[in-house]
């Protein structure tokens, strides 16, 4: 049988009473009748009440400290193994101060403690339950790995917003996410989605073409009093007034038909326009001459 030593903890500490109210039935809470701070120390556990007839029940399973017992375990739950039991000058054994159920389970490892003095030192070298983080280890040692992460810190992923099908078209192509505090980053850095077409020999809009739908026409329109189609889709200008547009230009047309008033300022075979920046004069038949002047 294992000796016995030191002081047991008998302070009263936090419990829910057995026969106290509850609302709804069959529901269950964690309680325990120790002292608060033995909780999930050595082998110290919370156990579970159920709610039956509208009170609650006696505390089921939970274990509580007892007098320490020099068999490696922290029996009185004070966070230190065989306290205060004899020992042999020099020994050491195996040792673990946190609750003995998460021992060598994720992150949780055991220590060592050596006898001084024919006493049991503190346990060195073990590793107790964390709080969770998101790196990939099981930190509060209940055998799962980042529970409520969405991914592991330091990790990348690739990502795109664009419009379906244009990732690697053209232009466009994925960038990266990073993993931050067990979340993705919302943004995506280094992505390149679809923009307007450009001419600029390159695929801007990541539809498989380059350079259509004529963004790389020039629009041809005349100098002076430009009217109709640039050539390219656009406009060149209206006329206003009496004006109107003939060959790209705004014009006034004087006579027609080889009016004797056409015949005045435009003669026949000859090209000049009296009075007139600019002209033109187009034969309709013979004998008759049709002037316009701008």
Known sequence: MAASCGDSSTDDGPTEPAGGPCATEGEQQSCYSGPAATIDLGVCRSGIQLCSGGTWGVCEGQVLP?????????????????????CDAGATQSCYSGPASSAGIGQCVLGSQSCVDDLW????????????????????????????????????????????????????????????????????????TPSSESCNNQDDDCDGSTDENGVCCTPSCVAHDACGGDGCGGSCGTCSGERWCWSGYCVWDHGNNGSETCNTICAWGVSSCVGTSSHSCSTLGVGGIDCYCW
Request: net charge negative.
């Open 121 to 192: 030192g503190p346990c060195d070298g073990d590793v107790l339950p964390s709080e969770e983080t998101c790196d990939g280890v099981d930190n509060d040692c209940n055998g799962v790995s980042d529970e409520g992460c969405d991914c592991v810190d330091g990790l990348t992923q690739p990502c795109y917003s664009g419009a379906q099908g244009t990732d690697g078209v053209g232009l466009c192509h994925a960038g990266t996410q990073s993993c931050a505090d067990g979340q993705w980053s919302s943004g995506c850095t280094g992505e390149v």
């Open 66 to 86: 007892t007098e320490e017992l020099c068999d490696e375990i922290d029996n009185d739950c004070n966070g230190l193994i065989d306290d205060g039991c004899p």
